[in-house]
């Protein structure tokens, strides 16, 4: 088997394969293991910055096998992830099966079924080789994406434009005049860390969001979310319960100067930060609409206000790429992810995703379930429907979600982690 990458998920794939003695190669392009999280400490292109730290508290982050120190913090830095996943990929014996440096180029399945796999080694050597299987472990924020189109003038603003890819650390912007659009993880996380340097940060606000702190009631969020006492309450239970905590914790958003929510909690993303609240009324980082357009320095805003700003940071998230699959692999017809159980594309056997969801809660766990489920399948311990009946789960998954979140890619890769774990766990 091949395993494409070498990240949280990768390693995941790579631990639940040995286990099982398995044979596989797993294919990395960056010099050592860790994804995202070697990347700031590495100095390296994005996603990730400096002041990165985990979102999911470390006991159910970690993997289930090998906790992370009682030393670490309950949310880590990057660097601490790093080491850990270091550590993990060593503790498993992983590091032999793991070619660093190779950065796959494409992936066609022959027609006796295997899978060829042409890749670039550490020395600039391209060659192919042919696997019985695969599992896509390589993360998918990969293409930044900036508004369509960008607001009106912006050729002629005269200060610094970049995406949150492009983003290393706040000190670069010491003194400087700073705009920050978005509210999602990364745009909250740059507008705190920017906040500590700039002479003025603005956090520029298209769509309201549930911004939720790290814990509540001193419990981590993601602890929550998956505590029996809380699964086991309907939807709309959950959703009062959390919406009361929040009031509780925190008020109305729009009293920080922030746009209310336009939908209930559980039907998007979150946005998870113990700082930018706080920030917003310390002063240190100040909320505006969506940007109405550019002229010269300065910023004008949907509600007539303007700033005069030397740098703007786009946090307006990425394209699902993966330039080494088929176009249509693995987002179908409908533009949305088509995934049995979000793992298997059921017109290409022995192709299979570990890591393409977007939890409520930790991811980790759902990661080990996938991985777990791929070696079971590939040691014989269980196999896939007809194809239709796959094209069923996955056409009855997609309706939940669509009910749910709405249409769209961000959605169909959505989970509960819970009742996801638990299915996996059936052959």
């Known amino acids: ?10 390693l995941a794939a790579a631990h639940a394969l040995a286990v099982r003695g398995i044979d596989f190669v797993c294919l990395e392009k960056a010099p050592e293991v860790g994804g995202i999280w070697r990347k700031p400490g590495a100095g390296e292109h994005g996603p990730g ?38 550590a993990f990929a060593e503790w498993a014996g992983l590091l032999p099966r793991i070619e660093f440096g190779t950065e796959v180029l494409s992936l066609r399945q022959d027609f006796d079924g295997s899978w060829l796999v042409a890749a670039r080694d550490a020395n600039g050597v391209v060659g192919t ?27 002629s603003f005269t200060g610094r434009m970049l995406h949150a890819v492009d983003y290393l650390e706040g000190g670069e912007f010491r003194g400087q005049r700073a705009v920050v659009v978005g509210l999602g993880a990364s745009a909250v996380d740059v507008a705190s860390d920017l906040s500590r340097h700039a002479a003025h ?7 309201g969001l549930h911004v939720v702190p790290k814990q509540l009631y001193g419990i981590p969020c993601d602890v929550i979310a998956e ?71 300065v910023v004008r805003f949907t509600d007539g206000s303007a700033v005069e700003a030397d740098a703007v940071v786009w946090c307006t998230g990425y394209r699902m790429s993966y330039p080494y699959l088929p176009a249509d692999c693995p987002i179908g017809p409908s533009g949305r992810v088509e995934l049995y159980r979000r793992i298997a594309v059921p017109e290409r056997p022995g192709l299979y995703f570990v890591g393409l969801i977007r939890p409520v809660g930790a991811i980790t766990r759902a990661l080990e ?25 996955i056409d009855d998954y997609l309706a939940g979600i669509t009910a749910r979140y709405g249409q769209g890619l961000g959605p169909s890769i959505q989970i509960d982690v819970v009742p996801y774990v638990q299915d996996l766990r059936t052959p």
């Open 227 to 297: 505590s029996p006492w809380f699964t086991d309450m309907p939807l709309t239970e959950r959703r009062e319960y959390i919406e009361q905590a929040l009031l509780v914790a925190r008020g109305r958003l729009s009293d920080y100067g922030l746009p209310e929510p336009d939908h209930p909690i559980f039907s998007s993303a979150v946005t998870i930060s113990d700082e930018i609240l706080s920030l917003i009324r310390h002063g240190e980082v100040t909320p505006k609409p969506e940007i109405e357009s550019f002229r010269g320095s």
């Open 1 to 10: 088997m091949c395993v494409i990458g070498a990240g949280l998920a990768g």
């Open 201 to 207: 940060t603005v956090l520029s606000v298209r769509r």
């Open 129 to 155: 080789r042919r696997f019985a299987r695969v599992v896509v472990a390589s993360g998918a924020n990969a293409e930044p994406v900036l508004p369509d189109p960008v607001p009106e003038g912006a050729e």
């Open 49 to 86: 910055y400096r002041s990165l730290h985990l979102n999911t508290a470390k006991e159910l982050t970690g993997y289930a096998a090998f906790p992370m120190p009682d030393s670490f913090p309950t949310y880590p830095r990057h660097d601490e992830m790093a080491a850990y996943l270091r």
């Open 369 to 393: 379930a996938q991985a777990d489920w791929v070696a079971r399948l590939v040691g014989g311990e269980g196999s896939l429907p007809a194809e239709d009946v796959m094209r069923k789960e």
